[in-house]
Nanobody, 124 residues
């Protein structure tokens, strides 16, 4: 069992930057790919980014490439999502999750443990 706690969300002006953190406990995440997803009001949960177990391979939703950066610190059992040039359409609850694959995955069905999410609201 892995317990995930996201933090770093809040209210931000368009154009700002922020970094979300996802702290894991209960088990080391070093063997697992990790991912970030988001869910906007009235919309389905969507893939944001994934990172492999060692942190040298990443993947992003096409619409987010160049603005978001995923990283991880296995020594701290933590995954991060750096979000730059925020837009109002980035407003969503952001979730981190543990993948069943060491390589990570774009599909939510490949994730076993999920955090409770952190709200990010971007105003123009």
């Amino acid at each position: 069992q892995v317990h995930l706690v996201e933090s770093g969300g809040g209210l931000f002006q368009a154009g700002a930057s922020l970094r979300l953190s996802c702290a894991a406990s209960g088990r080391a995440i070093i063997s697992f790919g990790m991912g970030w997803f988001r869910q906007a009001p009235g919309k389905d949960r969507e893939f944001v980014s994934t990172i492999n177990w060692i942190g040298d391979t990443t993947n992003y939703a096409d619409s987010l490439k160049g603005r978001f950066t995923i990283s991880r610190d296995n020594a701290k059992n933590t995954v991060y999502l750096q979000m730059n040039s925020l837009k109002p359409e980035d407003t969503a609850v952001y979730y981190c999750a543990v993948s069943t694959y060491a390589s990570g995955s774009n599909s939510a069905t490949d994730y076993l443990f999920w955090g409770q999410g952190t709200q990010v609201t971007v105003f123009s």
